[in-house]
């Protein structure tokens, strides 16, 4: 221990300012060409046709994928959803989650390299940049230069394009919640609504700040997926990894050298796999949670391996086995199919199965009984006992359809009057109706709650099957 005194100095008082966080680096990702960007820049063009595209397909007369919180009835195609119908929402969150957590134990994390929202768009406002700024080594230096009349007209023409991609996928994104040909003819006449405005410019804003700016800090610091994937991964899941015992040590050489002679590996160091790396990562430094697998340096190091004459793959997918045994292809592939992964597969065919038979069989319209509680049990004309009920009947169809309701449970129950309703397409609607019983039955029946049904059937038109549903109640006998 250091005992010796300390003299007080003038310094000594000075007050110092330590920050707590580290300023972020600037990652200036160069571009790069290979079969696995081929694939991404494919996902992308996928998604973004089916995103942009959806909205503007017809079914019809109406929009195709239209979700209509307004009016609380949600249209996919032929099927047309009330909120009573959220159980199928619930199914389809459990079947992209099973399908994450599948993805993931096979091939780590193939939804963030290739089709995650956060990837698709940072790639397509990192093509914008290179191609108004240049790539990497331009980027760099503009930069690091003076604001110049070219540096600001660069900047300002990237940031107007940004802003227009980020403004179209907001009013997209809104195309879904409001019919979009309405929305575009609002945006025309500048009529937009103040919800509409709202969500076009939050979601436009989003887009903007998350893809142009934030990008690698969504990934490695905002997603809750970079912290708990691991959770899901093995050692036999498949993942970018570097060929430590092929490429190490590594060092530069001439293309002629043997490095074998010198004592070296493969890797020549020449630290392109970082340069193309969205995150800023080292790959050679082994599997981190800020890879998101979109194996970009798969592609330049093969590169670099075919301009050297060296075997491709020393930067690959593979497993952690794979490489501590030396594994084939073929062992690796087969090794996938472990308990996990067969567990996984199950459940979600199970699921996906359950959740299309039961739309299959889904029922073309729904009823719900609901006994008046604010009219008590009476009695009227002839000594008949009378209870009431209100039901909702709504029609699931795109098709205007007629009901007829009739009742049983108890001796001589009937309608006061017949019921038949008819309602236009995907109409809901509520209809009050009195159920009685004859004296003798009411003289006769224990007081208290009895079990009653009611059926609603269709009344069917040509060509369609017939439809029916029986909803329970009670009918009640006072003292």
Request: glycine residues 8%.
């Amino acid at each position: 221990m250091n005992t010796t005194p300390q003299t007080a100095t003038a310094d000594d008082d000075a007050v110092q300012m330590v920050s707590l966080y580290a300023k972020q680096k600037k990652i200036y990702a160069r571009s790069v060409t290979g079969r696995f960007v081929n694939w991404r820049w494919g996902f992308v063009w996928l998604t973004q046709i089916i995103f942009y595209g959806l909205p503007w397909l017809m079914w019809g007369d109406r929009q195709a994928v239209l979700l209509d919180v307004m009016t609380r009835r949600f249209y996919i195609f032929g099927l047309v959803f009330h909120p009573q119908d959220f159980i199928y929402l619930t199914a389809l969150l459990l079947v992209s989650a099973y399908a994450l957590f599948l993805f993931t134990a096979v091939a780590g994390r193939l939804w963030c390299g290739y089709a995650c929202p956060q990837t698709v768009y940072s790639e397509i406002f990192m093509w914008v940049e290179r191609k108004i700024e240049g790539d990497r080594n331009a980027r760099m230096k503009l930069d690091a230069g003076p604001m110049t009349a070219n540096r600001l007209g660069r900047m300002t023409a990237k940031q107007l394009v940004w802003i227009a991609i980020g403004l179209w996928t907001g009013f997209t994104f809104v195309g879904y919640f409001t019919p979009i040909h309405t929305l575009a003819a609002e945006a025309m006449s500048l009529g937009f609504g103040p919800w509409e405005t709202f969500w076009v410019l939050f979601y436009g804003f989003a887009t903007y700040g998350n893809a142009g700016f934030m990008r690698e800090q969504v990934c490695k610091y905002m997603c809750p997926y970079a912290r708990f994937q691991s959770a899901m991964f093995d050692k036999d899941t498949l993942i970018i990894t570097y060929d430590t015992a092929r490429g190490e040590p590594r060092g530069s050489r001439s293309k002629k050298a043997d490095p074998k002679a010198l004592g070296l590996g493969e890797c020549i160091d020449c630290n392109l796999c970082v340069q193309v790396c969205p995150t800023g990562i080292d790959i050679r430094k082994g599997l981190q949670y800020e890879c998101i697998g979109c194996a970009a340096c798969v592609d330049v190091c093969d590169d670099v391996m075919d301009k050297m004459k060296y075997p491709r793959g020393l930067v690959r997918y593979d497993t952690q086995n794979g490489l501590a045994q030396k594994l084939t292809q073929a062992q690796v592939m087969r090794r996938m199919f472990r308990p996990r992964v067969l567990i996984y597969s199950v459940i979600l065919l199970l699921i996906v199965t359950g959740v299309a038979i039961s739309i299959a069989m889904r029922s073309p319209f729904r009823a719900d009984v609901v006994r008046d509680r604010g009219v008590m049990a009476r009695q009227v004309d002839d000594g008949y006992l009378e209870n009431v009920y209100r039901v909702q009947i709504m029609n699931a169809t795109e098709r205007t359809q007629s009901y007829t309701v009739s009742v049983s449970g108890l001796p001589g129950l009937k309608l006061s009057e017949p019921l038949a309703v008819t309602l236009a397409p995907v109409e809901a609607r509520w209809v009050a109706l009195a159920l009685r019983v004859p004296p003798e039955t009411a003289a006769s029946t224990k007081p208290g709650a009895h079990e009653i049904h009611f059926q609603v059937d269709r009344v069917s038109a040509a060509g369609e099957a017939p439809a029916s549903l029986s909803e329970k109640s009670t009918f009640v006998v006072p003292r």
